[in-house]
Nanobody
Framework: QVQLVESGGGTVQTGASLRLSCTTS????????MAWFRQAPGNEREFVAA????????LYADSVEGRGTVSRDIAKNTMYLQMNSLKPEDTAVYYC????????????????WGQGTQVTVSS
């Protein structure tokens, strides 16, 4: 069973930066894709960014393109999401997810999820 643990959330002001981390228990992740999703109150969970664990190929949602960077540290079994120029509309619970296969943007395709970390951006 793959376990994912997010950290790094918090409350920041508009324009600030945050780096979220997602650490996995899985040490043989070469065929996996990992992703960040977020869910704001009253909204459906939406795709934010993803990375192919072995190749480092990335994909971003339009809402974070240019402000977000997803990366991974293979030695630490950890994926990161660096978010810059944060806006109040970035306020959400951020989840990391993993799947055995290529990057996709539909949450239904990810069987493994973390518990989420809250990001609040105040205006």
């Amino acid at each position: 069973q793959v376990q994912l643990v997010e950290s790094g959330g918090g409350t920041v002001q508009t324009g600030a930066s945050l780096r979220l981390s997602c650490t996995t228990s899985e040490s043989t992740f070469s065929r996996y894709a990992m992703a960040w999703f977020r869910q704001a109150p009253g909204n459906e969970r939406e795709f934010v960014a993803a990375i192919n664990w072995s190749s480092g190929t990335t994909l971003y949602a339009d809402s974070v393109e240019g402000r977000g960077t997803v990366s991974r540290d293979i030695a630490k079994n950890t994926m990161y999401l660096q978010m810059n120029s944060l806006k109040p509309e970035d306020t959400a619970v951020y989840y990391c997810a993993a799947r055995d296969g290529w990057i996709i943007i539909k949450e239904q395709g990810y069987p493994y999820w973390g518990q989420g970390t809250q990001v609040t951006v105040s205006s």
